[in-house]
């Protein structure tokens, strides 16, 4: 189908930005990658009278670390942080769901920070950032302005954003000593969103668990931060089968899905305990520098 018409501007800083949403009254969106916004425009599902373009301002497509926090900019895309070196270093969890989000023609397009910004429960980076902690960094008329990527996420393709703000920026705490992380995906075919997607963060002393974090992708109507299973293991061994078995099943208890073309509700409840002790097992292995 083709989208009902839409007023177009592409501004040049982001106050430029902010003011045309503001002018469109919550009637105008901000366009980065275009990869959701875009099919919903065409199935009409979204509207929107102004589409606001940031693709041309500067300084947004930041991938770096500074004072102890890794920073991706709006227009960083999921194929940037595919192909860095940065990422592939220090993060292994971004790797992880990078190389599995859409198909390389998506991921060259669509951003980190759009994705975060779209509130879609089936979104790979919305449980990445919860898992890492991230803070988002928005501006709108007032001012700039932080959210947790915790509850960043209000309802089903809502968040705290208001229809004036852009998220400028999304920053990840730099990885501490001992630090592991992973993300599994169980996808139908190449290129789909998650059944089911667990991702995990640990920091290791030795071999026991002094930090946690588990995030869960598409089985429930938000993004879940999986804190119970988490809070379980600290204090425990990663090499405790019977630990790492009972953070799968408060996981799993965590989830709430949908039974849809993706299998039955059992089913991705199932994956979400199994996935959660293997990410455990490879962020654990990760942290010892036994896997890459
Ligand atoms: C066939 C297909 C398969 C896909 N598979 C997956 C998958 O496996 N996993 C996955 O996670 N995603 C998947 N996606 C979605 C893809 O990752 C999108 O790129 C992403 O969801 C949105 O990012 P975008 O930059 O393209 O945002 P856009 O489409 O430009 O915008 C999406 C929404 O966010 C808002 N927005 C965008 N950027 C900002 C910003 N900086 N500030 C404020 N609001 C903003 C827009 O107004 C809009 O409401 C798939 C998409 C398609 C078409």
């Known amino acids: 189908m083709i989208p009902s018409s839409f007023e177009y501007v592409a501004p040049t800083s982001v106050e430029e930005a902010v003011k045309a949403l503001v002018a469109g009254d919550g009637d105008a969106k901000v366009i980065s990658g275009g990869q959701s916004l875009l099919p919903m425009m065409k199935l009409r599902l979204a509207s929107p009278g102004t589409l606001v373009d940031i693709n041309g301002i500067a300084g947004l497509d930041t991938l770096e670390e500074a004072d102890g926090m890794l920073r991706i900019g709006a227009l960083v895309r999921h194929g940037d942080l595919e192909r860095s070196a940065l990422i592939a270093e220090r993060y292994p969890i971004i790797l992880d769901a990078a190389q ?6 998506i991921r060259n397009r669509g951003t980190f920070c759009g994705s975060v910004a779209h509130g ?6 919305a449980t990445v950032a919860a898992t890492l902690d991230a803070q988002l960094h928005a501006v709108g008329p007032k001012g700039a302005v932080t959210h947790s990527a915790r509850d960043f996420q ?7 954003l208001g ?32 059944a089911a997607a667990v991702g995990v963060m640990v920091v290791l002393a030795g071999d026991t668990i002094t930090e946690a974090s588990i995030g ?14 988490a809070a379980s293991l600290i204090g425990k061994s990663i090499g405790d089968a019977a630990a790492l078995e009972e953070a799968g099943r408060l996981a799993m208890e965590a989830s709430d899905p949908a039974s849809d073309l993706r299998g039955p509700a059992d089913y991705k409840k199932d994956l979400v305990r199994v996935l959660t002790k293997r ?14």
């Open 120 to 125: 879609d429960p089936a979104g790979d980076w």
């Open 163 to 194: 229809t004036d703000q852009i998220l400028v920026e999304a920053r990840i705490p730099c990885p501490k000593p001992g630090q592991g992380s992973a993300y599994l995906k169980i996808e139908r075919k190449v290129g789909d969103y998650a």
């Open 100 to 105: 599995h989000i859409a198909d390389p023609l």
């Open 279 to 292: 990410a455990l097992r490879k962020a654990g292995a990760r942290a010892q520098g036994q896997e890459a």
């Open 216 to 229: 869960l992708t598409n089985v429930g109507p938000l993004t879940i931060h999986a804190s119970a299973a």
């Open 154 to 160: 209000t309802s089903m393709f809502e968040t705290q």
